[in-house]
């Protein structure tokens, strides 16, 4: 006589993984211990979770040379997507763009999570250097003014810039504006005390330091409003066939990655040589590199000929430094005026 299942505590039977775990012993053995999921719950059949995918340890809690094992074959595995990602981001432009509109997402690191990783290094990159080659700024105080000298890291020499007055008045800028403007002369009124308590903190000890560190974050914050505003801008230029928005997006996410890999290696180099016999061609080659990249990229993605593609990147190239721009007027304001 057949035996139906057991119900589970849901009321229901038992799931294909409880039945094929059944089926996998010899008659007249004890089934396996059931084991289940620590993540989901359910089920496994396998060293692989069928519900969720979690990878199934026997103990939870590991030493650190088991995890620190985990993450070398992880990173040195040869089919690991970290290495696949950036293989194909910087030798096959716009394949990951391609890659991930047709439905191909599991081979590759996903687009914002591989943004994330690379703008958060190539930010370290440029802080590091920021700081190894910021000059030591002294400042003496003389008879209402202060006069600064710069100690420069390479020769660890001081060398007098200059002098400039210690302390700002907005009150003769603000009168001429209000003769011209009287809206912006308004303006000007509002804003005097903050630009000139920014000019007291700029001009005291540390204040260079810190207002780089402020242009900094401020610019790593505002490339999450950069790239989404270019990308409304590309609308423009693919009205038929018409474009989904994301398209614009993901391009100029796998774009703005590569760029940052490139210039992180850049600056790299010019922290270790100075020579205008290494930086030179290399900034030259890097150059024509990124050119051509924009170029095979756009035409994989868009599918287009070589002369809608080159004028519609001299588009995009302009529209791209033009906002740039406007963002590091309004950086460098916002820095000044948050000191």
């Given amino acids: 006589m057949r035996s139906t299942p057991e119900p589970t505590a849901d009321g229901g039977g038992l799931d294909e993984n409880t039945v094929e775990i059944e089926r996998s012993a010899a008659p007249g053995e004890r089934p396996a211990e059931l084991r289940h999921c620590e993540n989901c719950g359910a089920a496994l059949a396998g060293p692989y979770c069928s519900q969720c995918g979690q990878h199934h340890h026997e103990h939870p809690v590991h030493h650190f040379w088991h995890f620190a094992g985990e993450a070398t074959e992880d990173l040195t595995h040869a089919d690991s997507r970290l290495w696949q990602t950036i293989y194909a981001l910087l030798l096959r432009p716009g394949l990951l763009t391609e890659q991930f509109l047709a439905g191909r997402r599991v081979r590759y690191l996903p687009p914002v999570r591989l943004y994330l990783v690379v703008s958060v290094i190539f930010f370290l990159i440029i ?12 400042v003496h105080e003389s008879r209402g003014s202060f006069h600064y000298n710069v100690v420069a890291p390479s020769s660890g020499t001081d060398s007098v810039v200059g002098a400039a007055p210690e302390t700002l008045s907005m009150g003769p800028v603000c009168e001429n504006m209000r003769a011209d403007s009287p809206r912006l002369g ?16 700029l001009n005291a000890e540390g204040g260079m330091e810190r207002l780089d560190a402020i242009w900094l974050h401020s610019f790593e914050r505002a490339m999450f409003v950069f790239l989404p505003l270019l990308a409304l801008l590309m609308k423009p230029l693919y009205l038929k066939p018409r474009r989904h928005y994301v398209q614009h ?23 270790i040589t100075t020579s205008s016999l290494v930086i030179g061609p290399v900034s030259a080659g890097l150059w024509v590199y990124v050119s051509i990249y924009f170029y095979l990229s756009m035409r994989r993605v868009y599918g287009e000929t070589r002369w809608r593609t080159i004028g519609k990147l001299t588009v995009l190239s302009a529209g791209y430094f033009s906002v740039l721009l406007l963002m590091l007027v309004v950086i460098l304001t916002y ?5």
């Fill in 249 to 271: 997006l993901l391009f100029l996410l796998h774009n703005q990655v590569c760029l940052f890999v490139v210039l992180g290696l850049y600056t790299l180099l010019g922290m």
């Fill in 335 to 339: 820095g000044f005026l948050a000191l």
């Fill in 186 to 201: 308004a303006w000007c009124t509002a804003l005097a005390p903050r630009i000139e308590r920014s000019w007291r903190m």
């Fill in 127 to 138: 802080g590091l250097q920021q700081r190894l080659s910021a000059p030591a700024i002294n």
